[in-house]
């Protein structure tokens, strides 16, 4: 279960904004909330623990670094897979060819 406020994504609004109606933003999904929505639970796949030290931009970078990357390794497993069939196929009508 997440909760929007203690996500590293929530980015929290200045207290001397002049427009009081939203307490933040969610970075990632691009939604703002008010006060009293803030620390709900949500059913959120995207939630990502708060780390003291990191800025919500810190944590929206590297988030998006470490999307990057797991799409790249999905990527790459995909073509060795393609690869290696493509080799067996080749290989399989060299042999079967009289």
């Not at 929505?37 to 949500?42: A, C, G, H, L, T």
């Amino acid at each position: 279960m997440a909760r929007c406020g203690r996500c590293g994504l929530w980015e929290s609004y200045p207290q001397n904004d002049p427009d009081r109606m939203w307490a933040g933003a969610c970075l990632w999904y691009q939604t703002r909330l008010a006060d009293g929505f803030v620390y709900e639970s949500r059913e959120c796949e995207d939630f990502f623990e708060r780390f003291p030290s990191m800025s919500p931009k810190e944590h929206f970078d590297y988030k998006i670094a470490r999307e990057n990357i797991r799409d790249g390794y999905t990527a790459g497993r995909r073509a060795l897979v393609f690869s290696l069939l493509a080799v067996f196929f080749s290989l399989f009508s060299i042999w079967g060819t009289p």
